[in-house]
């Protein structure tokens, strides 16, 4: 017996040692990555904007408090976001920030206190490549050539099939369908679709009069251009499998399709503002009234930002499952992160006639 015993714990002894191994272990270079992010959408015909934040490692991120949600000052209802403590920690307010256009132009960009964003009066154009240096980072991309699309037809349908849809609120039952086409003329390779329903809520009369509009950022279809078969469960009030964000490197051809813009609800109290995907846009009440409508907005997309935009669809719906495999929101900022993109625009507008 007691033979016995030495001879278990010999095998014991012989198996634990025999899987001892010397892994060498070889910490991140944290010197050669910024502690800096920059992120820009280049929007063509719009001022140049490049915003620059500090890096914070996970668990050290400043929260989000109520002076994030409402940076606005009590005196003048203007934005506050210098006097905001979450910007405070996180925002770059004295970054030496500069753009060069197409390789010639170079222009200064300055910090903006309203946006808390690096601005200059530029605006590029279309095909506009655009060089940012910051904080010892440089990023670029180019400004992709304006999309077309066209809206073919459009009825108002008063049976609403996505009412069942979670997170989603809406007027009666009324639903927008609108068929449009992308011709074969257009030269891009990615791009987005933006529908939007819009109504007006009510007009302020405070010292500052504004008129408040609700925006519904959600709509539907069965075309294939939309499928994405990655997004294999929905998100935010979205179907599984469905993307705005598409290729047709592939499809060859003139694209028609048509999509479903549900009505967003009437006003019915302050709980509206916050439901579902819905939220508010305010403008000045000295422009005309807008009714009831349907914003179409084709963008054509710069690599960088589609690659960006379905990593972003892809972390959405895997966040919380355990079970998926971790996704990489994509970044185009060598030695840091962050997103520089650009996309040109195609917008129409098509009423509800009420």
Not at 124 to 134: L, N, R, S, Y
Not at 199 to 212: C, N
Request: charged share 20%; proline share 5%; with cysteine.
């Amino acid at each position: 017996m007691k033979n016995r015993i030495i001879s278990v714990l010999t095998c014991c002894f012989l198996v634990l040692t025999a899987c001892e191994k010397e892994v060498e272990f070889n910490a991140p270079d944290t010197e050669a990555i910024s502690n800096v992010t920059i992120n820009a959408i280049i929007a063509a015909d719009e001022p140049l904007k490049v915003y620059l934040n500090k890096m914070y490692s996970v668990g050290k991120v400043p929260l989000l408090n109520i002076g994030y949600m409402f940076p606005f000052s009590n005196n003048d209802g203007l934005a506050d976001y210098q006097n905001d403590d979450y910007y405070k920690k996180t925002a770059i307010f004295d970054a030496d920030v500069k753009a060069v256009v197409n390789g010639q132009q170079t222009y200064t960009l300055t910090m903006a206190a309203d946006t808390m964003g690096y601005v200059c009066n530029y605006r590029p154009q279309a095909g506009d490549h655009i060089e940012v240096q910051a904080e010892g980072l440089h990023v670029e991309t180019t400004v992709p050539t304006s999309p077309k699309i066209e809206i073919l037809d459009y009825k108002v349908l008063t049976e609403n099939p996505y009412r069942m849809m979670e997170g989603m609120t809406y007027e009666t039952d009324s639903i927008m369908r609108i068929t449009c086409r992308i011709p074969s003329s257009n030269t891009n390779q990615y791009y987005r679709l933006r529908v939007r329903g819009e109504r007006k809520l009510f007009t302020h009369t405070w010292t500052d009069p504004w008129a408040y509009y609700l925006m519904q950022d959600i709509y539907f279809s069965e075309d294939d251009l939309f499928v994405d078969n990655r997004l294999s469960s929905g998100f935010g009030g979205w179907p599984a499998y469905f993307s705005s964000v598409f290729d047709i490197t592939h499809k060859g051809g003139e694209l028609t399709f048509s999509l479903d813009s549900p009505k967003p609800e009437e006003y019915r109290g302050p709980s509206s503002y916050f439901k579902g995907k819905e939220n508010i846009m305010r403008q000045q009440v000295s422009e005309p009234d807008v009714p009831a409508r349907v914003m179409v907005e084709l963008q054509a997309l710069s690599p960088e930002l589609y690659h960006y935009l379905k990593s972003v669809e892809l972390f959405r719906i895997t966040e919380t499952d355990a079970f998926s495999e971790p996704v990489q929101i994509y970044s185009n900022v060598q030695n840091g992160w962050g997103i520089f993109g650009a996309l040109s625009y195609d917008r129409h507008f098509v009423q509800y006639g009420d």
